[in-house]
């Protein structure tokens, strides 16, 4: 009796097991070669000096502004404060110092003491 069902069970997996890489198979075939069209060819893509043509074509060679100017010829604006004085500034310098104090400290109270930290 003990045999019969070892016999059965041995059946059931071993169908299960193909049926499984039956579907594997399935999955992993892509469904465009069960169409059996082929995919249409791409465009061609255009060159290097075809696009950089196309780009000249398009943009304004003088500036738009005549502050954009004077940003352009190397002077920044110095009228503005730094991001660092702003109030986004300010709380990133923040967050970083909060998170490098906190590196800190769980580096020296780490509940783990193993010789190789010390």
Do not use: C
């Not at 500034?89 to 780490?110: E, M, R």
Request: aromatic letters at 6%; a positive charge.
């Amino acid at each position: 009796m003990e045999d019969k069902n070892v016999r059965l069970q041995v059946r059931f997996s071993q169908g299960v097991s193909r049926a499984l890489v039956v579907a594997l198979i399935l999955t992993a075939t892509p469904l465009p070669s069960f169409a059996g069209e082929p995919p249409a060819p791409a465009p061609p893509r255009p060159t290097l000096t075809a696009l950089v043509q196309q780009a000249a074509a398009v943009t304004p060679l003088a500036p738009a502004h005549p502050q954009a100017a004077a940003t352009q010829s190397g002077r920044a604006d110095l009228s503005s404060p730094s991001f660092f004085k702003k109030p986004a500034g300010i709380a990133v310098l923040v967050t970083l110092a909060a998170g490098f104090g906190y590196a800190l400290y769980s580096t020296k109270h780490d509940r783990i003491h193993s010789p190789a930290k010390q």
